[in-house]
């Protein structure tokens, strides 16, 4: 049996991952902490299991690995005192709001030799799994150019504070697209060039919620993408992603949650999108359990995560100075 | 008052219709392929005329319409301006900025009415579109995307598969988007373009334009010359209350015929709707020759337009944004 814990509440994402542990048999959800203390009783209420108060406690308990689901500025001391336990680590993404902090942890987790992964569902989408078959496929010839976007609405609380967040819908939504693609195609990115607002919101966000990002992939393949906030309270779900491929030989156009009942309840009020698609969550957490039985690394590893950070560095950058920068990427 | 259509192509011919049904006569018309240029003159009892100069210098033409390719406009706007011809001229109004300088300061000393073909301001999802953004109904407009075309242009001769005669899909299409956006959002402050121009992959084109408007509006412009089939038109408008999508394949007929039509020149969007946006494009020009009545689109916004296309061609060569 292999033995979880989460640590902390802060994001949404931990609720799906703690169903997903309970419908996996060969796992078991063995502990909740959370610095959220009503928060954290409450979750261990609903998934049935332990909530223990202190760090240090919950980190001494026989657990095998760690979901780390706190707010994007604490996935880091979260991840060192966990490695630091001998704890296999799932880390919700970003990685890291800096390229610091994520080379410390992956360094810190190599040192400890404990395996480090994040949290990118969105390879594990089947419509996202098909459409790299098709691609390497070689049957849309060379990719030429892409235009991706990963909108979403406000997710509200700590998303919109900077010190927790590390910035806005750039930092947010950048990562999941950045990581398909260099998975989807084995390339890197090369540079950016990003535009960016906080207008969707009145202004009121000091992050930003509307971010437009013009890359460049290895061998000159052009891609635009669209983080953001940009989809109000009464849009029909939460938002999408989804990706134009240009080839030479074809397109593909993939919009990867487009799996939906249209559904007009006189409860809601309001148009709503129900998914009947397969889980993606449930081959990620799947993946953390195999990669902790196989002391492995998790599907996407440290230095996924570590890329994509770089992406969405660069593109704070890229607004702040005016121009197209290149995307350096750290030795890891 | 009577017309003289320069091109018979696709445009020349929906011109020329649109002439008709705004009450005018065509009379003339001429093209380098003298066989569509024979067709159109049967089809609208006019006469075939070899030389384009002919037609402008011909007493009996009131109206010049230009819908030849792009690099044409210039010397055929100079030489009708020159014989005080009203002017109807397909976009982009010239290849490029100086040209369209030169156009409008001779239009502007010789007093020549001189329209170009903005159609995309008279569509009636635009307009809605438009009436929706003022009414308020999404709160302010903090960013908006915008996606058009299909196909590369068919026919292995087409002008429009020499980028440097057309300016590739940038240039020629999502001049369209681009005029749309200065239209409802004001001035535009940086461009950043990425296409295939340079990519030597003609006909296929597919273009990315990130648009910075001076208000702060942010917009993300796509064009597509690298589909194998269909043709389509989105926009996406997010504000901060609220956001409206138009998708055109979101219609009310769907027909599908057994005996497979064979596809031919450039496809034209058409809105199943009593007037279609090219007679209204007309309407709008006639009612300014007769009426006086300023015109939905001014020759300064056709330069404009033509301005900020240029700059995204600049953009994607340098790689880097570019400020108008």
Request: proline share 6%; aromatic share 12%.
């Given at each position: 049996m292999v033995k979880l814990g989460i640590m902390s509440f802060a994001h949404l994402h931990a609720y799906s991952y703690a169903h997903c542990v309970n419908l996996i048999p060969e796992a078991e959800l063995t502990a909740i902490w959370d610095d959220d203390k009503e928060r954290g009783k409450e979750a261990s209420k609903q998934y049935q299991t332990n909530f223990v108060e202190d760090l240090d406690k919950f980190l001494s308990l026989p657990i095998d690995g760690v979901i780390i689901t706190s707010e994007n500025v604490n996935h880091k001391p979260m991840a060192i005192k966990s490695a630091e336990a001998g704890k296999w680590i799932l880390c919700e993404k970003p990685l890291a709001t800096t390229i610091e902090d994520a080379m410390l942890m992956i360094n810190t987790c190599k040192k400890a030799g404990v395996g480090l992964g994040v949290a990118f569902p969105c390879r594990f989408l089947t419509p996202i799994l098909k459409a790299k078959e098709y691609i390497r496929s070689g049957k849309l010839g060379t990719i030429l150019s892409i235009s991706c976007t990963n909108n979403g609405s406000y997710p509200g609380g700590w998303f919109g504070d900077v010190k927790l967040s590390g910035g806005g819908a750039v930092m947010d939504h950048t990562v999941h697209v950045a990581d398909l693609l260099r998975w989807m195609l084995d390339k890197e990115f090369d540079s950016v060039y990003c535009e960016l607002g906080n207008q969707m919101h009145k202004g009121i966000l000091e992050t930003d919620d509307m971010g437009?990002?013009?890359?460049?992939?290895?061998?000159?393949?052009?891609?635009?993408?669209?983080?953001?906030?940009?989809?109000?309270?009464?849009?029909?779900?939460?938002?999408?992603?989804?990706?134009?491929?240009?080839g030479t030989k074809g397109v593909l156009y993939l919009d990867a949650f487009n799996q939906k009942l249209n559904i007009y309840s006189d409860f809601a009020m309001k148009t709503e999108w129900g998914f009947w698609g397969d889980n993606p969550d449930l081959g990620l957490i799947q993946d953390f359990v195999n990669s902790i039985q196989e002391k492995r690394d998790p599907m996407s590893k440290g230095i996924d995560g570590l890329r994509s950070v770089e992406v969405t560095v660069f593109a704070y950058e890229s607004y702040k100075a005016g121009k197209k920068v290149k995307i350096k990427k750290s030795k890891c | 008052m009577n017309v003289g259509i320069l091109g018979c192509g696709t445009m020349g011919r929906l011109h020329a219709e649109m002439a008709e049904k705004c009450g005018l006569k065509v009379v003339q018309c001429s093209d380098v392929n003298s066989q569509s240029g024979k067709d159109l003159a049967k089809n609208f009892k006019a006469k075939f005329v070899k030389n384009w100069e002919d037609v402008v210098a011909n007493k009996e033409v009131d109206i010049v319409a230009i819908a030849t390719p792009t690099p044409l406009h210039f010397p055929m706007l100079d030489m009708a301006i020159k014989k005080g011809k009203y002017i109807f001229c397909e976009k982009p109004l010239c290849r490029t900025v100086e040209e369209c300088k030169k156009v409008i300061q001779k239009a502007e000393k010789a007093k020549i009415k001189l329209f170009v073909g903005h159609v995309v301001r008279y569509f009636h999802e635009f307009e809605a579109i438009h009436e929706q953004i003022k009414s308020g109904k999404i709160g302010e407009v903090g960013f908006i995307k915008m996606y058009r075309g299909g196909m590369p242009p068919q026919g292995k001769n087409s002008w429009f598969r020499d980028f440097s005669k057309s300016g590739g899909v940038t240039f020629d299409c999502m001049i369209h988007d681009i005029d749309w956006l200065r239209y409802i959002f004001g001035e535009v402050k940086t461009v950043y373009c990425q296409n295939l121009i340079e990519k030597n992959c003609a006909p296929l084109d597919y273009s990315q334009v990130t648009v910075r408007m001076k208000n702060g509006v942010l917009a993300l412009v796509i064009g597509t010359w690298a589909h194998p089939s269909g043709f389509r038109v989105k926009v996406e408008v997010c504000g901060s209350d609220g956001l409206m999508y138009y998708d055109n394949m979101e219609t009310p007929l769907e027909v599908q015929l057994r005996e497979q039509s064979k596809v031919s020149g450039t496809i034209v969007p058409e809105s199943p709707v009593i007037k279609s946006p090219y007679q209204k494009e007309w309407e709008d020009f006639i009612s300014w020759i007769k009426d006086g009545k300023e015109p939905r689109v001014s020759m300064y916004d056709a330069l404009k337009a033509v301005e900020i296309v240029s700059a995204c061609l600049r953009s994607a060569k340098i790689k880097q944004p570019v400020n108008l």
């Open positions: 437009c990002l013009q890359l460049e992939m290895e061998g000159g393949i052009q891609v635009s993408h669209i983080a953001s906030w940009n989809r109000p309270k009464s849009f029909p779900t939460w938002g999408d992603v989804t990706m134009e491929f240009i | -």
